[in-house]
């Protein structure tokens, strides 16, 4: 039987950020993903999930060294926001305080991030691929895993990065509470001819939100998630690009000059998912497998990352040995963050029921809510600020 200091499973963009962060404070690591991990070059396609991550967990990736790692080619920096309300005449725009920070955060493909976290682990981090966990115990001062390789492995804590169908967290017994908002994001890429530069886009419909985020400025690239009604997911994933590009143009509600449908489209359901506990004994949850939040301010990956910084300010090697005070440090760890993902999920949901419907009774809520928007710390969130 192998030993390592942390198993992760899970080597998605979370999984993988938190094995370099393991390795950053000594710790041996065993990092196991499911799928093969994609390599992604200059001219690779786009992969059509991309994030927005804060200028806070941006700082974090430069600290790990992961931010040097990126397709430096296939990232954009933005400093602005504009969002506005299609059915009232609400609208907010700000930008970067220039005296702090050059920008609010960066867009760039999972794909990329996940690679580039992937290129940053060293000797301290064994790695698998296309593996994954076949039985777990959990008991005493180790964990013990069989792989469905056949290979067994103990270590002090295994961390479940496995997204929102995690395996661990089934296994271990944990609850979820999971809501539909019985919507779907659908995700592609769109050139826009005349669209603000350094910006990144949200409007209000009736129906849903669509961001609109630059991806690469300098060919007016952008991608978009649009939050959609189950029941028009379909049409808008399968009609004619003509058809598409004008569905869009309304959606946005302003005339930023022509549309161009760039790539294929997806969608994804959008639920709104909590785990009820964060860690049992030496099994700990990290990124979605924890927590799932509506994507209308781009938040999922921030939250994720928050988790990382948490569970490494409170894990120190002594604390791995002693299972009462990796009790007392994982404790804090689920202090911390179930409150922290609670405010920013309960948030999400709060603008999506206040802008999903046309209820003539939300329509004063609406554009005084935008408005108030301005002023209050929800501009941060939208911002991608309240990551950590
Ligand atoms: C439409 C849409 C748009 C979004 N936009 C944004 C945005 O702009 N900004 C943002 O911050 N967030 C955004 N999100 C949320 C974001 O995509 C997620 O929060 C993020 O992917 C979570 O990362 P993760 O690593 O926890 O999970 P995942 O990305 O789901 O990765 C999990 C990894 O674990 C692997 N895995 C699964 N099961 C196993 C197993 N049993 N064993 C081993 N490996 C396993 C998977 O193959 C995968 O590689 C968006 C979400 C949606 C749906």
């Not at 080597?11 to 994609?38: C, T, Y």
């Not at 400093?79 to 005296?99: C, L, P, T």
């Not at 350094?198 to 060919?219: R, S, V, Y």
């Not at 785990?275 to 700990?284: D, L, N, P, S, T």
Request: aromatic share 8%.
């Amino acid at each position: 039987m192998k030993r390592v200091d942390i198993i992760i499973s899970g080597g998605g963009m979370i999984g993988s950020i938190a094995a370099v962060a393991a390795s950053r404070q000594g710790l041996s690591v065993l990092l196991i993903e499911a799928q093969a991990i994609d390599t992604i070059q200059q001219k690779s396609p786009r992969d059509l999930r991309v994030s927005a991550i804060s200028a806070d967990n941006i700082n974090y990736l430069k600290e790990l060294g992961i931010f040097n790692h990126l397709l430096q080619e296939r990232i954009q920096s933005y400093s602005k926001m504009q969002v506005w309300d299609n059915r009232g005449d609400g609208e907010i725009a700000f930008e970067v305080d220039y005296a702090q920070q050059d920008y609010l955060g960066y867009l760039l493909e999972n794909n990329n991030l996940v690679q580039a976290a992937w290129n940053c682990l060293d000797g301290q981090c064994e790695t698998l691929q296309q593996a994954q966990i076949k039985t777990i115990e959990n008991e005493g001062s180790q964990i013990r895993v069989e792989l469905s390789n056949g290979d067994k492995y103990k270590s002090r804590l295994l961390i479940a990065a496995e997204g929102r169908n995690s395996f661990v967290r089934a296994f271990t017994q944990i609850k979820t509470k999971e809501t539909s908002y019985h919507q779907k994001g659908l995700v592609s890429y769109i050139k826009i001819e005349n669209a603000p530069t350094q910006t990144a886009l949200q409007a209000f419909n009736a129906g849903g939100p669509i961001g609109i985020l630059p991806i690469n400025e300098a060919e007016k690239i952008f991608s978009i998630v649009w939050s959609l009604p189950q029941s028009q997911a379909v049409h808008w994933l399968e009609c004619e690009q003509k058809t598409f590009e004008k569905g869009v143009k309304q959606a946005i509600g302003k005339d930023f000059g022509r549309i161009i449908l760039l790539s294929k489209r997806a969608a994804f359901p959008l639920t709104q998912l909590y785990a009820q506990e964060y860690f049992k004994k030496r099994i700990v949850l990290c990124g979605d497998s924890a927590h799932g939040v509506h994507p209308l301010a781009g938040q999922g990956v921030n939250l994720g990352i928050g988790d990382i910084q948490q569970l490494f300010k409170v894990l120190e090697p002594s604390v791995l040995k002693d299972n009462d005070l990796l009790h007392q440090a994982l404790r804090k760890y689920q202090r911390r963050r179930i409150s922290k993902v609670k405010e920013t999920s309960e948030m999400m949901s709060l603008l999506h029921h206040l802008f999903k419907d046309d209820e003539h009774i939300k329509k004063p809520l609406r554009n005084i809510g935008l408005k108030l928007i301005n002023s209050l710390p929800i501009k941060n969130w939208l911002a991608g600020q309240a990551g950590s």
